[in-house]
């Protein structure tokens, strides 16, 4: 069942990627605006997933993940009845309320049945189900929206039967006694510890790294379309595939993560190494002088998403009380979301600033470019305070 959820869960992002060139001539908008409808999905994140974390720690993890799949598929079909852009972003938003109840929910469930380098696996695992998806779904978004716009969002009806299984086949992998504790009464016991934990160096560093790969990852889905569609006169279909090869890239790199957290002492060289291919995959997207190495830039990307993101979110569950956990996976992954939905934001506006002078071409450039390279020194910075303040911790 983590894995059926797994499956579900990036459908929101995968599949619209692919389709955001195509839906400005359907919407009626710009390039700049287009990007609106992956920022207000990831935008609830921010907000929610540290509310659903708390409340999943107190009342379980089944009871939101059932809310957050029904939320999500329902949005996303409607999707295919308007063409109006305010309501295509309301849907957009509703969307992704109901993706806050997916993802944090299934990492917290996999803290819960693992430990150790058996989680950091398990961790791995669940992210290649995650792979699958993002390789398989985004390459028939591609090629059927060339028959119909709608098409694609039909795509997000498979959260509905992912629903009823989880009702029927879920086991609840909380204990009531850890609930219990993290209830703490009237509840201000579980916020203040959690406000405490967060403050520690290793925890905010595992914390603000955990945005670094998500900030990347939607610079690429935003602008992999655009690169392929107007800079390198490509189709919707081949920006598909792209997102497919760095997809499987994701998946392969996610498998070796229990791995690579047993071959080293502590995980700063495997998240440093991750980060640096992330960011290099996408400058190389962004300079990409034809489709080929694009290609090879999306590969690069997806390896080093897949490795830096497993283990961020192993670090905040290995790091966190079992009372603590559901709380502190979504304190991250609402911090990762910022990532998520400033990325599309910061790019449109670095590239609508530098687009006068530099022109609409180099001005994409050269922001991938700019922003891959601090992106290499922020991920420095935070798997070496990591190290520096929680190897044991780290390692284990």
Do not use: C, H, N
């Given at each position: 069942?983590?894995?059926?959820?797994?499956?579900?869960?990036?459908?929101?992002?995968?599949?619209?990627?692919?389709?955001?060139?195509?839906?400005?001539?359907?919407?009626?908008?710009?390039?700049?605006?287009?990007?609106?409808?992956?920022?207000?999905?990831?935008?609830?994140?921010?907000?929610?997933?540290?509310?659903?974390?708390?409340?999943?720690?107190?009342?379980?993890?089944?009871?939101?993940?059932?809310?957050?799949?029904?939320?999500?598929?329902?949005?996303?079909?409607?999707?295919?009845?308007?063409?109006?852009?305010?309501?295509?972003?309301?849907?957009?938003?509703?969307?992704?309320?109901?993706?806050?109840?997916?993802?944090?929910?299934?990492?917290?469930?996999?803290?819960?049945?693992?430990?150790?380098?058996?989680?950091?696996?398990?961790?791995?695992?669940?992210?290649?189900?995650?792979?699958?998806?993002?390789?398989?779904?985004?390459?028939?978004?591609?090629?059927?929206?060339?028959?119909?716009?709608?098409?694609?969002?039909?795509?997000?009806?498979?959260?509905?039967?992912?629903?009823?299984?989880?009702?029927?086949?879920?086991?609840?992998?909380?204990?009531?006694?850890?609930?219990?504790e993290a209830d703490g009464g009237d509840g201000g016991g579980t916020f203040r510890d959690l406000a405490a934990l967060v403050r520690t160096p290793a925890v905010a560093a595992a914390v603000v790294g955990r945005t670094i790969p998500s900030f990347l990852w939607f610079c690429f889905l935003t602008y992999n379309s655009i690169v392929v569609v107007r800079l390198l006169d490509g189709t919707s279909g081949q920006a598909g595939m792209l997102v497919a090869i760095a997809s499987v890239a994701s998946s392969l790199g996610a498998t070796q993560v229990g791995r690579l957290t047993a071959a080293f002492e502590t995980r700063r060289n495997p998240l440093l190494g991750g980060t640096l291919a992330c960011a290099v995959g996408l400058a190389l997207l962004g300079t990409a002088p034809s489709l080929p190495v694009a290609g090879v830039g999306s590969v690069c990307i997806g390896a080093g998403f897949g490795v830096v993101l497993s283990l961020y979110r192993s670090l905040a569950t290995a790091l966190a009380p079992e009372a603590l956990r559901g709380s502190l996976v979504s304190v991250a992954e609402s911090i990762g979301r910022i990532g998520s939905t400033t990325a599309p934001l910061v790019v449109g506006a670095l590239v609508a600033l530098s687009r006068p002078t530099l022109g609409f071409v180099d001005a994409v450039r050269y922001t991938l470019v700019g922003v891959a390279a601090v992106a290499i020194l922020a991920g420095g910075v935070c798997a070496f305070v990591v190290d520096t303040n929680g190897p044991q911790e780290a390692a284990v």
């Open positions: 069942m983590l894995l059926l959820g797994s499956v579900v869960s990036p459908l929101g992002a995968s599949v619209v990627s692919p389709l955001l060139d195509t839906l400005t001539g359907v919407y009626g908008v710009g390039e700049a605006r287009i990007g609106l409808m992956m920022a207000v999905f990831t935008a609830p994140s921010i907000v929610l997933i540290p509310l659903v974390g708390v409340l999943s720690d107190r009342y379980g993890r089944k009871p939101l993940l059932l809310a957050g799949l029904a939320l999500f598929g329902a949005a996303g079909v409607a999707l295919v009845g308007t063409t109006d852009f305010r309501v295509v972003l309301a849907l957009r938003l509703l969307q992704g309320i109901g993706y806050t109840g997916i993802v944090p929910v299934l990492i917290a469930a996999v803290g819960d049945l693992y430990a150790g380098g058996r989680e950091a696996t398990a961790q791995g695992l669940r992210f290649t189900a995650v792979g699958v998806s993002l390789t398989v779904f985004p390459l028939i978004a591609g090629i059927v929206v060339g028959l119909a716009w709608q098409y694609p969002f039909y795509l997000f009806a498979l959260g509905l039967p992912a629903t009823v299984a989880v009702a029927l086949l879920f086991e609840e992998p909380t204990r009531r006694s850890a609930r219990t």
